[in-house]
């Protein structure tokens, strides 16, 4: 049987099953190819993408409305000033209205609720471009890249280093746990992951082959890692918090020596950006040979194009 994802919303990875999101990965593969070839279509002609930002954005903005409009569809860039959502009017309603106007949503903000709720009644494919709990369109290109680096996704070990309660942290952890990584999040133990999401993602993990671990040791981390990442100490609306988040997270700097108590010689660097370089990762880590953050950018556009053309056509 194919697979088949036609009006599926995308609000976090815990609701695709591995083959599901093997497929985008395939997918997202095959639309890269093009792209180097110069192959050009119009899939997305005649229809509209409606792209609701409370939180400014570099390559979600970016990869959504280019992937769109390559395709002959036309994307409107929607900020909280522009629209009355949650505002004069309720989110249901601006969904409601949204869903008889647009042929698909994407949510870049603060609450799951929210992105959730316009899933619900949109009645339109609704894509999570983040908020506070969740990032997966980001994970999507975080496998790629990946896949690309070592031809394969089960076994790799893929230790992420920081905040181990952000967006990134628990996408992450989910989308190893599907896909049958060895995951590590390594913080302290002021931000370890809560633990509905660690039994949720254990569970999943029983059945791929998964290894889910936190702890608390940077040394003990990342021996034999393949994948190193990390994020910026402070996410955005916790930038009250940015000097206890210093204190806290400075151990886990990924830096030159750290990348080296791996032991291997083809681990890589992995970011979501933007980066503030200097803290949670050296300069000389992020612009350095094992760096694979900017092939994870440009893959941002290419796994978004392969989730809309799934979901949409």
């Given at each position: 049987?194919g697979i ?18 093997e497929?985008l990965?395939d997918?997202a593969?095959?639309i890269?190819n093009q792209s180097?070839s110069?192959?050009?279509h119009?899939?997305f002609e005649g229809?509209t993408?409606a792209m ?5 954005s570099t ?5 959504f409305?280019?992937?769109f409009a390559?395709?002959?569809g036309h ?10 959502l949650g505002a ?13 106007m647009v042929?698909?949503?994407m949510?870049?903000?603060f609450k799951?609720?929210?992105v959730e709720?316009?899933a619900k009644?949109?009645?339109v494919?609704v894509?999570?471009?983040?908020t506070?709990l969740?990032?997966p369109?980001?994970v999507?290109?975080?496998l790629?890249t ?9 076994g790799?070990?893929?230790v992420?280093?920081g905040?181990g309660r952000n ?6 952890m ?6 049958g ?7 302290p133990n002021e ?11 254990l569970?999943?993990?029983d059945?791929t082959?998964a290894?889910i671990?936190?702890v608390?040791d940077p040394d003990e981390?990342?021996r034999d890692?393949?994948?190193i990442y ?9 930038e ?5 988040r ?5 151990p ?9 108590k791996?032991k ?10 933007p980066a ?11 612009e350095g ?6 092939d994870?950018?440009?893959?941002r556009k290419?796994t978004?194009k392969a989730?809309?053309?799934a979901?949409?056509?």
């Amino acid at each position: 049987m194919g697979i088949n994802l036609t009006g599926r919303s995308l609000l976090t990875l815990l609701d695709y099953t591995p083959r599901e999101i093997e497929y985008l990965l395939d997918l997202a593969v095959e639309i890269k190819n093009q792209s180097r070839s110069k192959v050009i279509h119009r899939r997305f002609e005649g229809k509209t993408l409606a792209m609701i930002f409370e939180k400014r954005s570099t390559r979600t903005r970016l990869a959504f409305e280019s992937a769109f409009a390559e395709e002959g569809g036309h994307p409107i860039f929607l900020s909280i000033q522009d629209i009355q959502l949650g505002a004069k009017e309720s989110i249901e309603d601006t969904a409601r209205v949204l869903g008889r106007m647009v042929d698909a949503v994407m949510f870049r903000g603060f609450k799951q609720e929210t992105v959730e709720a316009l899933a619900k009644y949109s009645g339109v494919p609704v894509y999570n471009g983040l908020t506070d709990l969740y990032h997966p369109t980001q994970v999507l290109a975080d496998l790629m890249t990946i896949r690309e680096n070592f031809s394969r996704l089960k076994g790799i070990k893929l230790v992420f280093m920081g905040d181990g309660r952000n967006n990134m942290a628990n996408s992450l952890m989910i989308g190893s746990a599907k896909m049958g990584l060895n995951y590590v999040v390594c913080c302290p133990n002021e931000l370890k992951p809560s633990e509905e999401l660690m039994e949720n993602c254990l569970q999943i993990a029983d059945d791929t082959g998964a290894l889910i671990k936190v702890v608390t040791d940077p040394d003990e981390a990342v021996r034999d890692a393949n994948v190193i990442y990390t994020d910026v100490w402070a996410s955005m609306g916790e930038e009250s918090k940015q000097r206890e988040r210093e204190k806290l997270l400075r151990p886990y700097q990924v830096n030159e020596e750290l990348m080296e108590k791996t032991k291997k010689e083809d681990t890589i660097f992995l970011h979501c950006l933007p980066a503030v370089k200097g803290q949670e990762v050296t300069y000389e880590v992020i612009e350095g040979p094992r760096s694979r953050v900017w092939d994870e950018a440009e893959n941002r556009k290419h796994t978004i194009k392969a989730l809309m053309l799934a979901t949409l056509l």
